[in-house]
C-alpha cells in the first residue's frame, strides 16, 4: 500500500511539472501606440491672395477695344486632389446715364444697360502657363462645354468668344482634376468690344460674379 502511495505522488509530481512547463512556452507581446487619424485639406487659391480679393475692372471701353482684363493663377494648396468648378453668377446691366447719344441710336431703356449683349469674352485655362494658347489649354463655352486645344489652333480661336449675356448663371463642373499642391494654371479672361458696336453702349456697365470651387 506505501507504495502505491508513493507512485500516485511520484505521478501527480510529474503531472505537475508537465502542466508548468506548457504555461513556461516561450511569448513575445506588441503594442501599436499612438494610432490617429487625420484628415486631408482641400483648399483652392485664385490669384495672389487667400481668400481672393481681386476683381476684373475694366473702365472706358470704346468699340474695337480688346484685350486680357486678368490672369490669375488657380492653385491646389491642399493636401488631396479636387475637381475644379468654374461657375459665372447672374448679369448686371446698367444704364448708368442715358445720354442723348444712346437715345439718338434707339436707346429707351433707362434702367437696362447694353453692354451686356454687345461685349464679347472668353474665360480660359492656361494649364502649362506658358501666356500663350497651346497644348493642354481650354476655353469654357457659354452652352457650358469645355473645349481643350487642338493641334490647328493658331491663337486663342474665335468660337472662345461670347457675348457677356450669354454667360448668365452657367456652371462647368469638373472641367479639371487639380492634383494636390498644384497649379491649375493660369484662368484668363480675354475681352473684345466690337468695332461695329454702336453708341447705345456709351456709359453702360455689366457686373457679374466668378466662382472657383474644388470637390473631392
Known amino acids: 500500500m506505501k507504495n502505491i502511495i508513493i507512485s500516485l505522488m511520484i505521478i501527480a509530481a510529474v503531472a505537475t511539472l508537465i ?11 506588441e503594442s501599436a501606440t499612438g494610432n490617429t487619424f487625420t484628415a486631408g485639406t482641400l483648399n483652392l487659391k485664385v490669384g495672389a491672395l487667400d481668400p481672393c480679393t481681386e476683381a476684373i475692372s475694366v473702365s472706358n471701353l470704346k468699340p474695337g477695344d480688346t484685350d486680357t482684363a486678368a490672369t490669375w493663377l488657380a492653385k491646389n494648396t491642399g493636401t488631396i486632389a479636387g475637381d475644379l468648378t468654374v461657375a459665372v453668377g447672374a448679369i448686371t446691366n446698367d ?9 439718338d441710336a434707339g436707346d429707351v431703356t433707362e434702367n437696362t444697360g447694353e453692354l451686356g449683349a454687345n461685349l464679347k469674352i ?6 502649362d502657363k506658358d501666356n500663350a494658347w497651346s497644348s493642354g489649354d481650354y476655353y469654357l463655352k457659354s452652352n457650358q462645354s469645355k473645349v481643350v486645344w487642338d493641334d490647328e489652333d493658331v491663337g486663342l480661336p474665335a468660337a472662345a468668344y461670347d ?3 450669354n454667360y448668365d448663371s452657367k456652371t462647368w463642373t469638373g472641367v479639371q482634376n487639380v492634383a494636390a499642391t ?5 484662368f484668363r479672361t480675354e475681352y473684345d468690344l466690337p468695332g461695329a458696336t454702336g453708341n ?9 460674379n466668378i466662382t472657383f470651387s474644388l470637390n473631392q
Open 163 to 165: 457675348i457677356v449675356n
Open 19 to 29: 502542466g508548468t512547463g506548457i504555461a513556461a512556452n516561450f511569448s513575445d507581446t
Open 200 to 208: 447705345t453702349v456709351q456709359s453702360d456697365g455689366c457686373e457679374f
Open 122 to 127: 472668353a474665360f480660359w485655362m492656361d494649364v
Open 182 to 186: 498644384t497649379d491649375a494654371g493660369k
Open 95 to 103: 444704364e448708368n446715364t442715358l445720354y442723348e447719344v444712346e437715345a
